[in-house]
């Protein structure tokens, strides 16, 4: 069965650039979440999209932004990338929202320099 | 201080043998997930529960949520290497409009031949 893909499974940027991460959901899914898991840490939920709209907000810092395009997949774009932006990110996606399983994808390493 | 809490923290167990994994929330849980992540790789959706008293298996991994809907527990009968990783639970707080999971602090299990 098709899963959420994600890519690059591994990025190294240095402080102050710009990186962007994309996520394609499970077809037919239509909500796409993002999640940030630091070093022994919980994975954080920073944003989430449903139909294309921005569904609910979390912890996402203001150098960050993201959207869903009309084929649903997701970009997660982060400016100004500081060394505790260094994290796994995750991006998941479900059938429809609130209540639906949400399926996880490999994850994007992340580490700034 | 942390929605969900998971113990133990770490296991360490010999093939073969059973081992229960607990998650307790102080609130009212409304969706339960329990995901398993291999060390820096993405979350497997293993189950969801839902109603006060379900129990799901799956192969030799059975899940349970309390009467109360707080407290849930993962077991795991005649472990082998394979279900070594971290186990994650994750909580739908069953707030309108919200769309993130919460995740508990996680448990390391290790399991030797």
């Known amino acids: 069965a098709a899963g959420v893909i994600q890519s690059p499974r591994h990025l190294i940027k240095e402080k102050r650039e710009t990186a962007t991460l994309k996520c394609y959901p499970i077809?037919?899914?239509?909500?796409v979440y993002w999640y940030q898991q630091g070093p022994g840490q919980d994975p954080q939920f920073l944003i989430s999209f449903y139909e294309k709209m921005q569904s609910d907000k979390g912890s996402i810092p203001d150098r960050f932004s993201a959207q869903q395009f009309s084929d649903y997949h997701s970009e997660l774009n982060m400016s100004s990338l500081e060394l505790g932006d260094s994290a796994l990110y995750f991006c998941?996606?479900?059938?429809?929202?609130?209540?639906?399983?949400?399926?996880f994808g490999p994850g994007t390493r992340l580490l700034v320099l | 201080s942390q929605e969900l809490e998971q113990s133990p923290q770490s296991l360490i167990v010999q093939e073969g043998k059973n081992l229960t994994i607990n998650c307790t929330s102080s609130?009212?849980?409304?969706?339960l997930y329990w995901y398993k992540q291999k060390y820096g790789e993405g979350l497997i959706f293993l189950m969801m529960?839902?109603?006060?008293?379900e129990e799901k298996s799956h192969e030799k991994i059975t899940a349970k949520l309390d009467e109360k809907k707080q407290q849930s527990s993962l077991h795991i009968t005649a472990s082998q290497p394979s279900h070594a990783g971290i186990y994650l639970c994750?909580?739908?707080?069953?707030?309108?409009?919200?769309?993130?999971?919460?995740f508990g602090t996680g448990t390391r299990l290790q399991v030797f031949p």
């Open positions: 529960l839902q109603k006060g008293g």
């Open positions: 077809p037919r899914h239509d909500t």
């Open positions: 998941a996606s479900s059938y429809s929202r609130l209540q639906e399983t949400q399926y």
């Open positions: 994750g909580a739908d707080r069953g707030v309108p409009n919200t769309d993130k999971l919460i």
């Open positions: 609130k009212t849980l409304y969706g």
